[in-house]
């Protein structure tokens, strides 16, 4: 038979034990929110800050929990044996989920990225918004957001398009055999010199790099700043084009002679 005195007993521990865990809650809160204002005063990447605050919470919060049970009376030592037991369990049964999170302390711990950068990883391209526990969250630049598991980022090459200041925008322009081919040479040459956001140094090259089966191949390779790069890469496109037209220089395609004999 339960008394009045092991009512007002249980009912003053689970008082207790509700009160750390709201209190708790608010600490917890507290020294994420303090950690997160110190270590953005120290401008440390956003991505990593958010990464630390969510880890930190998580463990503050665990500590809480098993503060207010043991408020109930419950034995604490055996509770923590049984909780790494489960975890183990639940570790071997959430093992994917546990590879992408210890990818996401990687990519904070080495930082092959920042958010912000332009990157391709995991088979996807776009610039970093966030780096979450289990993910990486891209938006494309057709403004989709793709969010890669992490595991799936440092399982594959990453390619930061955002790391130097510098790019080389790499074109192959093949033009007639009939063509002059001095004359082509010196019409790219104008080209390029005459796009202002194509640098000086380090200089370009315009060189003949084939003599294919339908055309004599040039590369251009004129460096840029990163931020030009896709402007510049278009625009040249477009501008080579038209002047060889001007110049009657043709680019030719794929041809197939077929020879009928009687």
């Known amino acids: 038979?339960?008394?009045?005195?092991?009512?007002?007993?249980?009912?003053?521990?689970?008082?207790?034990?509700?009160?750390?865990?709201?209190?708790?809650?608010?600490?917890?809160?507290?020294?994420?929110?303090?950690?997160?204002?110190?270590?953005?005063?120290?401008?440390?990447?956003?991505?990593?800050?958010?990464?630390?605050?969510?880890?930190?919470?998580?463990?503050?919060?665990?500590?809480?929990?098993?503060?207010?049970?043991?408020?109930?009376?419950?034995?604490?030592?055996?509770?923590?044996?049984?909780?790494?037991?489960?975890?183990?369990?639940?570790?071997?049964?959430?093992?994917?989920?546990?590879?992408?999170?210890?990818?996401?302390?990687?990519?904070?711990?080495?930082?092959?990225?920042?958010?912000?950068?332009?990157?391709?990883?995991?088979?996807?391209?776009?610039?970093?918004?966030?780096?979450?526990?289990?993910?990486?969250?891209?938006?494309?630049?057709?403004?989709?957001?793709?969010?890669?598991?992490?595991?799936a980022v440092t399982g594959n090459a990453i390619t930061n398009f955002s790391t130097q200041k510098t790019r080389r925008v790499d074109l192959v322009i093949g033009v007639s055999y009939d063509a002059d081919i001095k004359q082509a040479k010196e019409l790219l040459v104008s080209i390029l010199e005459a796009d202002e956001r194509i640098l000086k140094d380090p200089a370009y090259t315009v060189a003949v790099s084939e003599l294919a089966d339908s055309s004599v191949n040039f590369v251009v390779r004129p460096w840029v700043n990163s931020a030009d790069y896709w402007g510049v890469y278009f625009d040249l496109h477009e501008t080579i084009k038209i002047k060889l037209d001007e110049a009657e220089i043709g680019i030719p395609y794929p041809q197939m002679d077929v020879h009928v004999h009687q």
């Open 1 to 151: 038979m339960v008394t009045q005195e092991q009512l007002i007993s249980w009912g003053i521990q689970f008082g207790i034990a509700l009160a750390v865990i709201i209190l708790g809650n608010i600490v917890s809160k507290f020294l994420v929110s303090m950690v997160g204002k110190a270590m953005e005063k120290k401008k440390v990447d956003p991505v990593i800050v958010g990464f630390v605050s969510r880890i930190l919470y998580v463990i503050l919060i665990l500590g809480v929990l098993i503060a207010a049970i043991s408020q109930l009376g419950v034995d604490t030592t055996s509770l923590v044996a049984v909780l790494g037991a489960a975890g183990l369990a639940i570790g071997l049964a959430l093992k994917d989920s546990l590879s992408n999170f210890a990818s996401g302390v990687l990519i904070v711990a080495l930082r092959p990225f920042k958010a912000g950068d332009f990157v391709e990883a995991g088979g996807c391209m776009g610039s970093v918004q966030e780096i979450q526990l289990f993910s990486t969250t891209l938006k494309t630049p057709d403004n989709k957001i793709v969010i890669v598991p992490n595991a």
